[in-house]
């Protein structure tokens, strides 16, 4: 079992900046997808970031330029690096982790294949 545990949503200002942060439990997995999604009410989790073990990553192209994803494996700790935010950013954030899948289909990879999700952290962004 594999605990997730998210931080850093707030409220702020259009083209400003956050960092969020999600600490895990130890990862055993020869292979996974760590990735973050957002989700907005009424709507599907979107992957939007994601990175493998190898430190492979991929982003969906509204965030690419403006996100970065990356990992801290000696402080089992995923962040998402957020900037130039803009109002259409504003979701609910969610990291996931998908054991046995690799490369650049994370940040596709349907939300039902993922086992473990934290309990996710506010992001809004005002005009």
């Known amino acids: 079992q594999v605990r997730l545990v998210e931080s850093g949503g707030e409220s702020v200002q259009a083209g400003g900046s956050l960092r969020l942060s999600c600490k895990y439990s130890?990862?055993?997995?020869?292979?996974?997808?760590m990735t973050w999604f957002r989700q907005l009410p009424d709507k599907k989790r979107e992957g939007v970031a994601a990175?493998?073990?190898?430190?492979?990553?991929g982003y969906i192209e509204a965030v690419k330029g403006r996100f970065a994803i990356s990992q801290d494996n000696t402080n089992n700790t995923l962040y998402l690096e957020m900037n130039n935010l803009e109002p259409e950013d504003t979701a609910m954030y969610y990291c996931?982790?998908?054991?046995?899948?690799?490369?650049?289909?994370?940040?596709?990879?349907?939300?039902?294949?993922?086992?473990?999700w934290g309990q996710g952290t506010q992001v809004t962004v005002s005009s």
């Open positions: 996931a982790a998908a054991p046995g899948y690799a490369g650049s289909r994370c940040v596709a990879l349907d939300s039902s294949y993922y086992n473990f």
């Open positions: 130890t990862i055993e997995w020869r292979s996974y997808c």
């Open positions: 990175i493998d073990r190898t430190g492979r990553t």
